[in-house]
C-alpha cells in the first residue's frame, strides 16, 4: 500500500463517469424497488447501468472504486457481513419504532427511552471490542458477532402483538446492541 508523503500534493482527476453512472444505477435500482412507475423496467434499467459502472470502472485509469479490492475473500465477507448487518439495522430502526409505537401506544420520546437498555450494552461491548479482537482475532469475533446478531434480530422478528416489552423488545435490542458496538 502506498502513502503520500507528508507535504506532497498530487492533483487527481475524478472519475466523473463513474460517479454519474453508479448515481443512476443506484437510483433506478432504489426506484425499481419501492419507487415509481414500472418497478421491473426500473430495475433492469439500474442493473444495466450497474454492469456498465463494473465494466468502465474495469478498464479506466483511475476508477472511483478500484475493483481489486474485491480480489481477497476475508474483505469480500467483510464487504457481505457489513451489507447485510446494514440492511438489517436499517429495517430494525425503522419497524421497531412504529411497532412501539402503534402496539405499546408509547409517545416519540417514549420509543426513545425504550432503546436505552440497548444504548447501554453498546457502550458496555464497543468498550471491550479492542481488548476481544487482540485476544481471539477478528474472524472469530466477527463469527461470534454475527451468530449473536442474527439471535437477536431472529428473536425480534417472532414478535406477536400483545407480548411482553422486556421479554418480546428490549432483550433482542439488547442483544442486537452487544454486537453493534
Same mark, same amino acid.
Given at each position: 500500500?502506498?502513502?503520500?508523503?507528508?507535504?506532497?500534493?498530487?492533483?487527481?482527476? $475524478?472519475?466523473?463517469?463513474?460517479?454519474?453512472?453508479?448515481?443512476?444505477?443506484?437510483?433506478?435500482?432504489?426506484?425499481?424497488?419501492? =419507487?415509481?412507475?414500472?418497478?421491473?423496467?426500473?430495475?433492469?434499467? *439500474?442493473?444495466?447501468?450497474?454492469?456498465?459502472?463494473? #465494466?468502465?470502472?474495469?478498464?479506466?485509469?483511475?476508477?472511483? $472504486?478500484?475493483?481489486? $479490492?474485491?480480489?481477497?475473500?476475508?474483505?469480500?465477507? !467483510?464487504?457481505?457481513?457489513?451489507?447485510?448487518?446494514? !440492511?438489517?439495522?436499517? =429495517?430494525? %430502526?425503522?419497524?421497531?419504532?412504529?411497532?412501539?409505537?402503534?402496539?405499546?401506544?408509547?409517545?416519540?420520546?417514549? +420509543?426513545? +427511552?425504550?432503546? $436505552?437498555?440497548?444504548? /447501554?450494552?453498546?457502550? /458496555?461491548?464497543?468498550?471491550?471490542?479492542?481488548?476481544?479482537? @487482540? @485476544?481471539?482475532?477478528?474472524?472469530?469475533?466477527?463469527? +461470534?458477532?454475527?451468530?449473536?446478531?442474527?439471535? *437477536?434480530? =431472529?428473536?425480534?422478528?417472532?414478535?406477536?402483538?400483545?407480548?411482553? #416489552? %422486556?421479554?418480546?423488545?428490549?432483550?433482542?435490542?439488547?442483544?442486537?446492541?452487544?454486537?453493534?458496538?
Amino acid at each position: 500500500m502506498k502513502f503520500l508523503q507528508k507535504g506532497t500534493i498530487r492533483k487527481e482527476r $475524478l472519475d466523473l463517469t463513474g460517479s454519474i453512472i453508479s448515481c443512476l444505477a443506484m437510483i433506478f435500482i432504489i426506484n425499481g424497488i419501492s =419507487g415509481i412507475g414500472s418497478h421491473l423496467i426500473s430495475l433492469t434499467i *439500474g442493473l444495466l447501468l450497474l454492469i456498465y459502472f463494473i #465494466y468502465h470502472e474495469y478498464t479506466t485509469d483511475k476508477p472511483i $472504486l478500484p475493483l481489486n $479490492l474485491f480480489k481477497t475473500t476475508k474483505r469480500n465477507m !467483510a464487504y457481505i457481513i457489513r451489507f447485510s448487518y446494514s !440492511a438489517a439495522i436499517t =429495517g430494525f %430502526w425503522f419497524f421497531t419504532p412504529l411497532m412501539l409505537q402503534n402496539d405499546y401506544k408509547l409517545s416519540p420520546i417514549m +420509543v426513545g +427511552v425504550s432503546f $436505552l437498555p440497548m444504548t /447501554i450494552f453498546n457502550f /458496555i461491548s464497543a468498550d471491550m471490542v479492542s481488548y476481544l479482537t @487482540k @485476544k481471539f482475532g477478528s474472524i472469530p469475533l466477527m463469527t +461470534v458477532g454475527l451468530i449473536i446478531t442474527t439471535i *437477536g434480530f =431472529g428473536s425480534l422478528s417472532l414478535y406477536k402483538t400483545g407480548f411482553n #416489552y %422486556w421479554l418480546a423488545v428490549a432483550l433482542p435490542m439488547i442483544t442486537v446492541g452487544i454486537v453493534k458496538g
